[in-house]
């Protein structure tokens, strides 16, 4: 009969039932801490809710905010000067609108005055106070170069707008004739760009005005005011439009 060797003898240890309970144990804790800070999160502070409220009620009607020393946005935000801002901003823009009455008045006095109404108009758009000067009146057919009888309504306007705080734009019109073969300028996007150029140049160059007070723009004959259909139509879209923007 075969004995057992004493080296033989294998000690099988025992099966633990309760490790899960470790682990359970570190889920429920790890639930219980994040209930904890959603809690926190949650957790309205009462008195500094009030605080708050009071000093908008406060702010809103006027008077002095019970928050002291600070320097957010409630103590920032001061309801007269939002109404301050808003009365000067009523005010310059009814300065402006008075200054552009004035000057439509004073330019239709000095054209009636001098006898200019077939060749200079002025009429007050949504835009602002556009002063139309005919071409003829301005330039020799086909050219771009000042007449002398122009100098002395651009002398008149040059004097009038420096006490306008606003930008004014020079544009160039023209009929739907294409230029001369050989004409001096190209086409008439050419010639409509060069005219408002030189109505612009006088006021830079002659009556020595900011060049940030005007804007150059060529039309051709995009924006006619009457069909082409006639000649004596085409006069009337031949044309430089100075407009006081609004």
Known sequence: MARRGRGS??????????????SYADFITLLLIFFIVLYAMSKVDVDKYNALAQSLNFQFSGAESPIQGGNGVLDAWKPTEVQQFYSDSRDLENDREK?????????????????????????????????????????????????EPAYPILEKLASLFPTL???????????????????????????????????????????????SMFISTAYADTKPVVPNTSDENRQKNRRV??????
């Open 241 to 246: 439009e100075i407009v006081v923007l609004r």
């Open 165 to 211: 705080d606003t930008h004014i734009s020079i544009e160039g019109h023209t009929d739907d004739i294409p230029l001369a073969t050989g004409s001096y300028y190209k086409d008439n996007w050419r010639l409509s760009s060069e005219r408002s150029l030189s109505v612009l140049r006088y006021f830079t160059n002659e009556a020595n005005l900011p060049e």
């Open 9 to 22: 003898h294998k000690v099988v240890e025992a099966e633990n039932h309760e490790r899960w309970m470790v």
């Open 99 to 147: 200054g552009l009455r004035d000057l439509t008045a004073e330019i239709n006095e000095y054209i009636e005055q001098h006898g200019l109404e077939a060749s200079v108009y002025v009429s007050n758009t949504p835009r602002g106070v556009a002063i139309t000067l005919n071409d003829l009146f301005l330039f020799d057919l086909g050219r771009a170069d000042l007449k």
